[in-house]
């Protein structure tokens, strides 16, 4: 026997004596019979979660579900009359968020701040990605969470997104693929991820009211793509639904998302919550199939009990995801009883962290053989206010509590270089002075915490200065920084370098070179920043991207030539900002995000802000600046290495509805490295649909390769997988004809290409997530 008694908003279970027959228990009983001896209140508990702090949530879980993972992001709702626990839900895409300390407790939490997912992808290698998750994933299990909500694979879209830092590239393979490599990663130690946002959540501006107007064509081929690809090879537990409205509809409230598509069509059978605070409609989430609201309000809980009670929510669809609830807390740790030991590998888990971010940093330039450093670089001049103050991540969800950041100057000092000690005083001290500065600024802004730091404009430095330390120095590295996070969109400033940035570059290039000692430049940058306009200064240019905690240590591996560089960009680094197809179509003076849904009636809506029309269509990326034969200043899928490789021998087979195809990579360079494989598609000039000047359909990476060594690769491609979306018809269409196959080193440098005759195909789907209103969509004319 059960008793319900509220205390304010607040819900306690009191368990009565009993004499009737013993009360179902998940695990012992079958899920069925565990929902039917549910009350409807505990179902509407259920299927949200526990409130969260510094929000009007549910007060009864303070002390029970809250302190099970301080710091961790969410719980679900425990009923342990019937056996049912909380589980915890943590945060994030670079390694688990949870708080580092605790109250009474000596002990610390920290988590290995791992590479952004920007990293991750550019080392376009599918093992090494498996490798990091297995090592999250643990930390994961043995801190007691249960699901991660990771990975976020949603389109780079435009590069002032602020969430790009989590999400991986431009195209919707190399998203797909990388995001199921994480999954697979991390749901090896049994626990679960949660790809996320689904779907189109390609801007951090008004992001819990932008209304996105995207052509079905685009939806399925560019935003949609990755996450099928994901979900169909790795199975994740859990998807989390987006912020944003998708042609009309919040994707959370969206029945064609998550059960026409997700489910019926794609055949997810893992659980749907929402992104935290998403959507406005309790009973319409329900009903869409968004099995879990989060974090969990009292005003939810109410609308949903209403609901069964008015007959506008079937209890028959509330029991549907109960029981999709269900099914995920059986799989986890805690269900099970594990004991998990608070005490991860994290010395092991750094090694990890810094050798996979040195295959994802790119070399964008290495002129007269810059690097690796030769033996006689001693003493280093090191400049920039971030070598002294590396960026390990993004801010928001993103970020990592992590026990230390190595700096670059830390690296270079770690593997033996002398770095100037008057510059390392001088920067030193300018950042302290800045940062203790920003630290007397009182914010009362809830959301401080999350968003980007401020950081300290770059010291320019005396002529005669810089003149003195390239006598006494063997070479320069100059670092640029830019951090970036969520609730906000980069500036178009802030893809430019700044005034002062500028001046010190001419300056010490200046200085330097007169001396003929080289200049090197690092990027320390979460997204894409403009680069052709002061390229030709500096003799190399190392991306670094975000690296993680060992970012310093990472760099120096590459710079000192322990590693050869073998990341390539998984995006188009433009000339200009302007030069991005959706430029015109996005919030470029990176408007920050208001906490809440916007629900008041508007006379005007702001174009960009409250509504955001993909005029560009399919032409993101590659496949517009290719198309349409735009100048670049780094292609998709470039990136150097201080060796060369060769590729020969390539031929293609027809397998079991696939083209596989087979060719040689020799490395027939002096040094050791590894070469990323891109197979690129050519569609017959008479196809029924316009369609790109080709599409990335399938990649690899060799191993380490030594010199004159060869190895043997294979790419495969399926006939679906050649298919473009028909909105007449609402089916995926390909066209028969001969196809060519184009194996390239970039976007740009196609080494091979072989053709093949392919046979038509149509797939029927169904009619769904249309526009409301015709978009001015940007075409190509043949």
């Known amino acids: 026997m059960k008793k319900l008694q509220f205390i304010g908003m607040s819900f306690v279970a009191m368990t009565l004596v009993s004499c009737g027959p013993s009360l179902p228990q998940l695990g012992k009983n079958t899920i069925d019979e565990v929902i039917a001896a549910m009350t409807l209140e505990e179902k509407a508990r259920l299927v949200i979660g526990t409130g969260m702090e510094g929000t009007s949530g549910d007060s009864a879980i303070v002390g029970e579900t809250k302190g099970l993972v301080p710091g961790a992001a969410g719980t679900t709702y425990p009923i342990p009359r019937l056996g049912i626990p909380g589980i915890v839900l943590a945060d994030g895409p670079a390694g688990l968020r949870i708080s580092p300390t605790r109250d009474n407790d000596t002990a610390t939490y920290y988590c290995t701040h791992f590479p952004i997912g920007t990293v991750l992808a550019s080392t ?53 693929k990388i995001a199921s490599a994480y999954v697979k990663g991390v749901q090896s130690n049994g626990v679960g991820t949660s790809v996320k946002h689904f779907a189109a959540n390609n801007q951090e501006s008004n992001r819990k009211s932008n209304k996105v107007h995207v052509s079905s064509r685009a939806l399925r081929e560019i935003y949609l793509k990755g996450f099928e690809i994901a979900i169909k090879e790795s199975s994740p537990w859990t998807v989390m639904s987006s912020y944003n409205y998708l042609n009309g509809t919040y994707t959370s409230e969206s029945k064609e998302l998550l059960t026409t598509l997700l489910r019926d069509e794609w055949k997810f059978d893992g659980m749907v919550m929402t992104d935290w605070f998403g959507g406005s409609d309790a009973v319409a989430q ?59 590998d994290l010395k092991a888990h750094a090694a990890v962290t810094r050798q996979s971010a040195t295959e994802g940093m790119v070399l964008l330039k290495n002129d007269g053989q810059a690097l690796p450093l030769s033996n006689a670089i001693k003493n280093i001049a090191l400049y920039g206010c971030t070598s002294y103050d590396f960026i390990a991540g993004g801010t928001g969800s993103g970020n990592v509590n992590r026990a230390y950041t190595v700096s670059l100057l830390d690296g270079l000092n770690n593997a033996g270089y002398t770095v100037d000690g008057n510059l390392k005083d001088l920067y030193e001290k300018y950042n302290a002075d800045f940062y203790a500065e920003q630290a007397k600024v009182k914010n009362e802004d809830r959301l401080a915490q999350y968003l980007p730091k401020k950081r300290p404009a770059e010291l320019v430095l005396p002529v005669s200065d810089l003149n003195n330390q390239a006598l006494k120095s063997d070479m320069a590295i100059l670092t640029f920084g830019r951090g970036s996070g969520e609730f906000v969109d980069r ?16 300056n010490v290039c200046k200085a330097f070179h007169a001396c003929h000692k080289k200049v090197v430049v690092i990027l320390n940058v979460a997204g894409v920043i403009e680069t052709s306009s002061w390229k030709d200064k500096p003799d190399a240019i190392l991306l ?26 998984t995006m188009t680094f433009p000339e200009k900002l ?64 201080y060796t060369q490789f060769s590729y020969s021998q390539p031929e293609i087979k027809f397998e079991n509805g696939s083209y596989v195809l087979t060719l040689q990579v020799k490395n027939v360079g002096k040094a050791s490295g590894k070469e990323v494989v891109q197979l690129y598609v050519s569609a017959p000039s008479n196809t029924s649909l316009v369609k790109p000047e080709k599409e990335l359909k399938d990649f690899t990476k060799t191993g380490e390769l030594k010199p004159g060594e060869s190895q043997t690769v294979t790419l495969k491609v399926a006939v679906s997988d050649l298919a473009s979306y028909d909105e007449a018809h609402h089916s995926w269409l390909v066209d028969e004809g001969e196809y060519q196959f184009k194996i390239g080193a970039s976007s740009r ?14 797939q029927e789907t169904s009619n769904i997530l249309l526009l409301k209103t015709p978009l001015d969509r940007l075409t190509y004319i043949k």
């Open 286 to 344: 329900m009903n869409a199939g968004n099995d879990m609201l989060q974090p969990g309000l009292p005003k939810q809980y109410d609308a949903i009990v209403k609901g069964v009670q008015n007959g506008t929510l079937d209890e028959k669809v509330l029991d549907r995801n109960v029981k999709r609830i269900l099914n995920l807390i059986v799989k986890t740790p805690r269900f099970k009883g594990y004991a998990y030991s608070n005490k991860p």
């Open 491 to 506: 500036s178009s400033s802030d893809f430019t370098l700044s005034s002062e940035e500028r001046q010190m570059l001419e």
């Open 578 to 641: 302007e030069d991005v197809a959706s430029t015109k179509n996005f919030p470029t003076d990176g408007t920050y995000v208001s906490f809440d849904a916007d629900t008041k009636d508007k006379q005007h809506e702001v174009r960009n802000w409250d509504y955001t029309d993909y005029e560009e269509d399919i032409y993101v990326g590659y496949r517009y600046f290719d198309t349409f034969h735009k100048n670049v200043s780094y292609p998709f899928g470039y990136g150097l290495s």
């Open 124 to 176: 376009w290698n599918k093992e090494l990605v498996e490798n990091v998750g297995k090592a999250i994933g643990n930390e994961v299990l043995e801190y007691g969470a249960d699901v991660l909500l990771a990975p976020a694979l949603n389109i780079h879209r435009n590069p002032l997104c602020g969430r790009n830092f989590e999400y991986y590239s431009e195209d919707p393979v190399v998203s797909g």
């Open 749 to 762: 440098d196609i080494r091979a290409s072989v053709s093949a005759e392919v046979k038509g195909l149509k």
């Open 544 to 569: 670094s991207w975000l690296a993680g905690q060992e970012g310093g240590n990472s760099v120096t591996d590459i710079l000192s030539g322990k590693v050869s560089p073998s990341g390539k960009l």
